[in-house]
């Protein structure tokens, strides 16, 4: 690695304004208040998305996922994201019932566009809404409800390099540690990783929805 710490921060957005230039006319032109045909489009091929919030505590970053489209599209600035089970930390839903601001990253396999939302949300759990997104006869104990603020594409660049869908060049992953080793590793030791792992398929499979 070149440099050493302590580097020196960019001091302001003037300064980084000089260092990056202004974006160009299309990157400015494709950001708009409300989903486009076009946009909705995107939004409802996706059943993968990452929920972005913010809290006193920071920042959060969960990902969503679904067997349909991970949101409804309730008209075109309104998004409804249902809370499948999970692990009860509740972290993103305890950010949103403390600031509302979020952000949705639509991830579709095979496109290397994504496609951007901000906006504001609550989390409701009001029965009727609930009712709505059954799945295998269970419904979410909650539905975020996701005003949008702003939505664009995002360019492709990021995907292209990575070249996230090309399967030749997925990494061979038969020595990543498995999710028992990595709670072993964080919990010192304290939980038992093998008999958590040897639980793990079937613990899912029972508590999916």
Do not use: H
């Not at 957005?13 to 260092?19: D, F, G, H, V």
């Not at 930390?89 to 496609?115: H, K």
């Not at 008999?195 to 499979?205: N, S, T």
């Amino acid at each position: 690695m070149t440099g050493q710490p302590p580097w020196e921060p960019i001091a302001d957005e003037e300064a980084l304004a000089a260092l990056y230039g202004e974006p160009g006319a299309a990157a400015l032109k494709k950001e708009v208040p409300a989903l486009t045909p076009a946009y909705r489009a995107m939004v409802e091929a996706s059943r993968f998305c990452v929920l972005a919030t913010v809290g006193p505590e920071g920042l959060d970053c969960s990902p969503r996922g679904d067997r349909e489209p991970v949101v409804r599209v309730l008209d075109d600035r309104t998004l409804l994201l249902p809370d499948r089970r999970g692990n009860n930390r509740i972290d993103s839903l305890r950010n949103i019932v403390r600031d509302p601001r979020v952000a949705l990253l639509f991830i579709i396999p095979g496109i290397t566009e994504t496609l951007r939302v901000n906006g504001t949300a609550i989390v409701t759990r009001d029965g009727g809404l609930c009712a709505e997104f059954p799945v295998d006869g269970k419904l979410p104990r909650s539905v975020i409800v996701i005003r949008i603020r702003s939505v664009y594409w995002q360019c492709a660049r990021a995907l292209v390099r990575s070249d996230l869908w090309n399967r030749d060049r997925w990494p061979d992953i038969s020595d990543m540690p498995t999710p028992g080793r990595m709670l072993s590793e964080a919990s010192c030791g304290t939980e038992d990783g093998a008999a958590y792992d040897a639980d793990l398929r079937a613990r899912q499979a029972r508590t999916m929805y």
